[in-house]
């Protein structure tokens, strides 16, 4: 056993440390994954709940890259995949998610304005546990779908999670009253992301075809396929297991200070730890950039045009 006095010895008990509680929150999730799926179907806010724990699990692993073996983080993650894929099923059962096609659908009158729960049996509002948004389906999402800020422990409200977004357009350009930091996006296909300025980190994964506008002091992108990333960074983005991105410059027409035009942007892909250039990655093309007018039409579209907005913008399409 290594010296708990030495760095290899502190690494080692984090390491142990950090696999012992790991494990322990994997089987408490799997375990309820396992009990909702045998009930048939599960409840929207049984799913946020699942989601999060998810999404904890995931944000764990990343920042303890480094600190513990890569056998163990590479174990890790795969059984945190084989979760996603449960979690998805029961998700599709309990919900069936309609398949990329833009078809309109009919507006959701009855939504509340957060797909979080926060009456309690007596009808007060009590505290949210956490500051989410998750499980929209061709929708425009603003700061309107947010709670409230006053349901939110102050505490809370610095950390946003975006679960489950399909072909939707979310504008959190402005967001202040929140004074959001962090971001963990995760299972989003097909829509436009325009995130809030941020001074902390972003953690995405599983995104396919998607737009993502952010500027923050730290990028990571797990696992996610063609997608365009308009991006102000002072450090250098990380991408794993993904193909297809492509980067371009934070948009002038939001008038971020200190926006960063730098052609050569440094990506570290963890997936090709090689000398020569990423395969999975590229810069986009200036003349691809969008234009002015074109994240005009973004931000002022009205609910009507959104799949309009989404066949010109998207990568794919």
Not at 260 to 271: C, E, I, K, T
Request: proline share 6%; hydrophobic share 35%.
């Amino acid at each position: 056993m290594a010296d708990p006095q030495t760095p290899e010895g502190s690494r080692w008990n984090f390491s142990q440390s950090f696999l012992t509680n790991f494990q322990s929150s994997r089987s408490d999730l799997q375990t309820c994954i396992q009990q909702a799926t045998q009930s048939g179907t599960a409840s929207k806010q049984t799913l946020d709940s699942l989601n999060l724990q998810l999404a904890q699990l995931s944000k764990n692993i990343v920042d303890a890259a480094g600190s513990i073996p890569k056998f163990d983080q590479r174990n890790c993650e795969s059984q945190l995949k084989e979760i996603e894929q449960s979690l998805e099923r029961l998700r599709k059962a309990s919900s069936p998610a309609s398949k990329f096609a833009f078809k309109r659908k009919a507006r959701e009158a009855t939504q509340p304005p957060s797909n979080v729960s926060t009456a309690s049996a007596t009808g007060s509002v009590a505290p949210k546990s956490s500051l989410t948004l998750s499980s929209y389906t061709m929708k425009l999402v603003t700061p309107r779908d947010l709670p409230d800020p006053e349901t939110i422990a102050p505490e809370l409200r610095s950390e946003l999670s975006i679960i489950d977004l399909d072909s939707c357009i979310l504008n959190l350009l402005n967001v202040k009253q929140y004074e959001i930091s962090a971001l963990h996006v995760r299972d989003v296909k097909n829509s436009i992301l325009l995130l809030p300025v941020l001074e902390g980190s972003i953690i995405l994964h599983d995104l396919t075809n998607c737009v993502v506008v952010v500027s923050c002091h730290q990028f990571r992108m797990h696992s996610s396929q063609n997608i365009d990333v308009y991006l102000s960074i002072q450090s250098n983005p990380i991408i794993e297991h993904c193909s297809g991105i492509r980067f371009g410059p934070y948009p002038s027409a939001f008038t971020l200070e200190n926006d960063q035009h730098v052609p050569g942007l440094a990506v570290q892909d963890f997936s090709h730890i090689k000398s020569t250039p990423s395969p999975h990655w590229c810069m986009l093309a200036e003349g691809a950039w969008k234009s002015s007018e074109d994240w005009q039409s973004i931000l002022t579209l009205d609910a009507i045009d959104l799949e309009r907005v989404l066949q010109q913008a998207l990568p794919g399409v």
